[in-house]
């Protein structure tokens, strides 16, 4: 079973929608968990952190669900703007690497 | 205010040449991490750098990939022989401490693309 897992989509959604993606995440002694974004062919850029109580910016919620060991990233009233690949990342330890998921596809059609 | 600058940006290799991959880290951090991305693939940790010191390479593979990181200048990722897999998108991080548990915040550069023929 892979670390971190996510649907690779792609996820096609008229603008104004609201999509939600998923992630799930295989070790248990996971410690934090966060959503980045990376545009076609440019860099990955950290969009938001995942805390347990879960946590609100603008359009974007994220969730956390440790019982199931998944996240979850909520975007509603999608932009044009907001297509791009979403990456679950999760931190296993406070020394070791992140890691990162596949990533999410997501496109916001007019 | 200079983010992370990784040359080349484009980089073609045949098999059997040596590719040199450069990362110059935002001003103040002296923490620097190399991931590897393959077409369709997620991102994979390679390997991570203090001045002078790899602190973790786990992600490296054991032949032909080696990194720097020299009291001077930027960090390097050497790969020699290459092979057609080598073929990805090379991203350097930096943060201003260790990354860990509490700072999920990496700041990438733009990327290496190397292609090799």
């Known amino acids: 079973r892979k670390e971190v897992e996510q649907d690779p989509g792609p996820f096609n959604v008229p603008e104004g929608a609201t999509v939600a993606f998923n992630c799930t995440y295989s070790?248990?002694?996971?410690?934090?968990f966060f959503w980045y974004r990376q545009d076609c062919r440019k860099e990955p850029k950290l969009l938001m952190s995942?805390?347990?109580s879960g946590n609100e910016d603008g359009r974007f919620t994220a969730q956390l669900n440790r019982a199931s060991q998944y996240i979850s990233l909520l975007i509603r009233d999608s932009k044009l703007s907001d297509s791009a690949t979403y990456l679950c990342?999760?931190?296993?330890?406070?020394?070791?690497?992140?890691?990162f998921g596949k990533g999410t596809r997501l496109s916001v059609i007019a | 205010n200079a983010g992370v600058m990784q040359n080349p940006r484009h980089l073609v290799r045949r098999r059997g040449q040596e590719a040199r991959l450069r990362c110059s880290p935002m001003?103040?951090?002296?923490?620097v991490y190399w991931y590897r991305q393959l077409p369709e693939e997620g991102l994979k940790f390679m390997v991570y750098?203090?001045?002078?010191?790899?602190?973790?390479e786990s992600g490296m593979p054991k032949e032909r990939f080696s990194a720097e990181f020299p009291k001077e200048g930027p960090s390097i990722l050497r790969i020699q022989q290459v092979v057609r897999g080598d073929s990805a998108a090379y991203f350097c991080?930096?943060?201003?401490?260790?990354?860990?548990?509490?700072?999920?915040?990496?700041?990438f550069g733009e990327g290496s693309r190397l292609t090799v023929l």
């Open positions: 991080a930096s943060s201003p401490r260790r990354q860990g548990a509490h700072t999920g915040e990496l700041f």
């Open positions: 070790n248990s002694a996971s410690q934090s």
């Open positions: 995942v805390y347990s």
């Open positions: 990342v999760v931190s296993n330890s406070g020394n070791t690497p992140l890691v």
């Open positions: 001003k103040g951090h002296s923490h």
């Open positions: 750098l203090q001045k002078e010191n790899i602190i973790d």
